[in-house]
């Protein structure tokens, strides 16, 4: 959707700017009358305008990183529990942020603020940068009067997803690295080794296996198309990109995800860390059951584990419990509905939801510790495969370059 800046005058002639998403200049125009203010100026951002009529276009997407959110968050507890006013608050932490995309996001905030938009509605324009679960949390705190209160658990969520995404990055790297070297090795193989032994074979005219003859066919199909694999390669990306931006296409992804060997049980058990968490936080703020299943869903990170647990707020809308919609999705092992029984019997589900999320992570930690040490093997037999189809296909008639000679 087009970003618009916009000048406007406030009821009592105060002067503020700010962006602006919507479809047109006119909509924002509607949108900034409906809020009290009068549309004095609108234009297309420079960012968003098209690279052909000479404006500015950036290839390169602005994004607000997880610890940036996480500051902002910290930050705003501090100064809204000090007694300072959100809009200043917002003002302050805008005009002093690196980020040039957050401060203009904070800008934007700050003047819908000050237009006499609620605090959750004015971060809740930003859906890039906050999120449904980030809005609906600080919507019940602003309500409930205590903001500084909301603005700590959403500090506290994102330093749990930080160090999620930290521990996968981790655990990860290694095996990345590994596999990237390998592939690297066999393009340059086929490209610029095999070729020159395929060279010495031909002049001797030589009876070679049919070992090295495969070898040899597989480099000269790389010799001769890589231009069409190249495209070919860069086609599959894009289209399966594409499939995955739709919501069947993601829902798939996120299914398959679940049945990878190795990682599938860890992205499993980290969706669920996160369903725990997010349900406890959302309960101990007080929104109701069923929304916070509904914001639950959107924010756990898979749509496949999401539709399932889009299923349990219908169970709880036909006046089934928790613990009975919980065992129907069958995501939960024996002990986590256990507790949620337990839990909802004795109206502690908040902090025994807790436990069920630190017992995940916990399993989370110990399988991501043990992920290098599952794949080394893997990676040794491939390693130590290449190296056979090699010694096999390449070296084996060198060894025998003499008998040919003769």
Not at 198 to 227: E, H, M, N, R
Request: charged share 20%; aromatic share 10%.
């Amino acid at each position: 959707m087009p970003r618009f800046e916009y000048n406007a005058k406030s009821s009592s002639g105060e002067r503020i700017s700010g962006y602006r998403q919507g479809v047109s200049a006119g909509a924002v125009a509607q949108e900034l009358s409906a809020g009290g203010l009068l549309p004095l100026k609108i234009e297309l951002a420079e960012e968003t305008a098209e690279s052909a009529g000479g404006r500015k276009f950036s290839l390169i997407r602005p994004r607000v990183d997880i610890s940036e959110l996480v500051v902002f968050s910290h930050q705003m507890a501090s100064l809204t529990r000090a007694g300072i006013s959100v809009v200043r608050a917002v003002r302050s932490l805008a005009d002093s942020h690196t980020n040039e995309y957050f401060c203009e996001v904070l800008g934007d905030v700050a003047a819908n603020l000050e237009a006499g938009v609620d605090t959750a509605s004015s971060l809740g324009r930003h859906p890039r940068v906050f999120s449904e679960l980030y809005v609906a949390l600080i919507h019940v705190g602003e309500n409930t009067g205590r903001l500084d209160e909301a603005f700590l658990r959403v500090a506290h969520y994102l330093e749990l997803e930080r160090e999620t995404r930290r521990r996968i990055q981790a655990a990860t790297r290694y095996p990345i690295f590994v596999l990237a070297a390998i592939a690297i090795a066999i393009v340059v193989l086929n490209i610029f080794v095999i070729p020159a032994f395929a060279a010495v074979f031909a002049k001797y005219s030589a009876d070679l296996p049919w070992q090295t003859q495969a070898i040899i066919g597989v480099s000269q199909f790389f010799v001769d198309f890589w231009p069409l694999m190249l495209i070919g390669v860069g086609g599959l990306a894009y289209g399966w990109k594409r499939y995955v931006e739709t919501p069947e296409g993601r829902f798939q992804w996120h299914r398959w995800k679940l049945k990878v060997p190795i990682m599938g049980p860890i992205f499993e058990k980290i969706y669920l860390a996160r369903f725990c968490h997010t349900f406890a936080m959302v309960g101990r703020s007080g929104v109701p059951l069923t929304q916070g299943l509904s914001i639950v869903s959107r924010a756990i990170g898979s749509d496949f584990m999401g539709r399932r647990v889009a299923e349990m707020r219908a169970g709880i809308e036909r006046g089934e419990s928790i613990t009975a919609t919980a065992s129907s999705a069958g995501l939960f092992s024996a002990v986590v509905l256990q507790m949620m029984a337990v839990g909802e019997e004795t109206g502690t589900m908040d902090d025994l939801l807790d436990q069920a999320a630190t017992f995940y992570e916990e399993e989370v930690e110990y399988q991501l510790k043990g992920l290098t040490d599952a794949l080394e093997p893997l990676l040794i037999v491939g390693i130590a495969g290449l190296v056979l189809i090699m010694a096999l296909g390449v070296f084996l008639p060198l060894w025998d370059l003499n008998s040919v000679a003769n």
